[in-house]
């Protein structure tokens, strides 16, 4: 299909290039960063052939056109002239000056972990398989097939300061390969081997705190930022003549024992305190927690921030192993998928038929958004129903304790994050509380939805 009428129609609606400073996407949003938004209409962006609605949060203004996003965005990356990497790098400071801290650390966090998130889900999934094949005795965890997929898998995982490093650098302007280095230094085999050996270490008589960063999000994340001011200094300074080969050295030696020395053990610290806060919390009430959570997640989904919750939810998996937030954050997007069948179910008319159908499907992979913006806002009822489904589901889930093994998508995705084999109850109350979700939803769905509507809204406020 070409995309390209689509973005001209966008690139024209959000003052063209002169206005944009970069563009990504994420499952089904285009997400610009404009230097001027208010010069934006947002109803005639809407009026858009292919468009379900507009977002403006986090110093972004997000176009959600739904799961063929990617081909949205590279043709509007051509209409605008943008390199490949243009759309990655924060080009300009022109943005608005005026920016909160918190939208600021909400794009940093977003521009820096989507990039990679499809390599998270693949590293999720496949471990997840991997140990339902043990359990079912097909494979043994000692065999070679395991070992290598396994390995493959988990290594995205571990090595996660790495890939952090190089999307990080990108972001905050700085040579990637420079960052990608300091990420790779947090996981270097020596200094791990001297960390699980408890060995003492000292530079310039300063004591090092040796811990083990693989795994970790934070600590490179800081530390790429800092690199980036960092070389951006040096570049100032130093002659063009030796500035290749003088910059990255300065920056290295300096940024990479300031990581392990201050940056890196502030935030371990940051990051057990969040992990801590997490499980405090929940463990306040995890049934209340699972209702609040399984009944209106979906509302931080519409407002654009849930990319804003990933690194908390990655941090939960990488310091405790496993994460029950993230399992009850799943029974959302079954509540969405049986609403959205149970939509289609109760509507006479074909087109709409095919349309709840077709969003139901998209919702079985975790993609909830096609539902949210044709179905579950306009006609409000199936949004509903997905509350009261998705919050028993949610309560439920909780109480019983089961949690991801890992990070993925909700819907079918979700499943082999579930799989724990020395606990099968855990893939267990998985199974029922996705039914809950899913069922109670759809009939909910069924006996709120009129067989005919009601004109179509359009548009919405919630």
């Not at 080009?91 to 608005?96: D, K, R, V």
């Not at 909910?444 to 067989?451: A, D, Q, T």
Request: aromatic fraction near 12%; glycine fraction near 10%; charge should be neutral.
């Amino acid at each position: 299909m070409d995309y390209t009428e689509l973005a001209k129609s966008v690139v024209t609606q959000v003052g063209y290039k002169k206005n944009v400073v970069s563009i990504t996407n994420c499952v089904t949003r285009l997400r610009f960063e404009l230097k001027d938004e208010s010069i934006v209409n947002d109803q005639s962006v809407k009026d858009i052939e292919g468009v379900m609605g507009v977002v403006r949060q986090g110093g972004q203004y997000q176009v959600i056109v739904g799961p063929h996003v990617s081909s949205v965005a590279e043709a509007v990356k051509k209409e605008l002239g943008f390199q490949e990497d243009d759309g990655d790098v924060e080009t300009t400071s022109s943005g608005n000056g005026d920016e909160n801290l918190f939208n600021r650390m909400f794009k940093a966090i977003a521009a820096t972990i989507f990039p990679f998130m499809g390599l998270l889900v693949a590293s999720g999934i496949t471990r997840g398989l991997l140990n339902l094949l043990v359990a079912l005795g097909w494979i043994t965890s000692d065999g070679g097939f395991y070992v290598l997929l396994y390995g493959g898998a988990d290594a995205i995982m571990y090595f996660l300061p790495i890939l952090v490093g190089y999307s990080a650098g990108k972001k905050f302007g700085a040579n990637p390969f420079i960052t990608a280095a300091v990420g790779a230094a947090l996981v270097y085999p020596e200094i791990v081997s001297l960390t699980n050996e408890g060995t003492e270490l000292t530079f310039l008589s300063i004591p090092i705190v040796l811990t083990s960063y693989g795994n970790t999000l934070f600590p490179v994340l800081l530390a790429s930022f800092f690199t980036a001011k960092l070389q951006k200094f040096w570049e100032r300074i130093i002659p063009d003549m030796i500035k290749n080969m003088v910059v990255p050295f300065l920056t290295m030696n300096i940024i990479i024992p300031a990581t392990f020395l201050l940056i890196g053990p502030a935030m371990n610290i940051l990051s057990d305190i969040l992990a801590g806060g997490t499980q405090f919390l929940w463990n306040l009430s995890p049934i209340l927690a699972g209702v609040l959570l399984g009944a209106f997640w979906q509302l931080i989904v519409i407002f654009g921030l849930h990319y804003a919750f990933i690194p908390i939810l990655i941090n939960n998996i990488v310091t405790m192993g496993q994460d029950p937030m993230n399992a009850v954050l799943g029974m959302t997007v079954w509540a969405l998928a049986g609403a959205a069948l149970g939509f289609a179910f109760k509507r006479t008319d074909k087109k709409e038929k095919a349309n709840g159908i077709s969003c139901f499907i998209t919702g079985l992979f975790g993609i909830t958004e096609p539902i949210i913006y044709t179905i579950a806002l306009p006609h409000k009822k199936p949004f509903l129903a997905a509350f009261v489904g998705g919050g028993i589901a949610g309560g439920l889930l909780a109480s019983s304790g089961a949690a991801m093994q890992g990070f993925a998508n909700g819907g079918f995705f979700q499943t082999f994050m579930m799989i724990k084999p020395d606990e099968p109850m855990n893939l267990i109350w998985f199974f029922v509380a996705s039914v809950v979700s899913f069922v109670v939803s759809l009939v909910l769905s069924y006996i709120l939805v009129p067989k005919t509507d009601q004109k179509l809204q359009t548009e919405t406020n919630l």
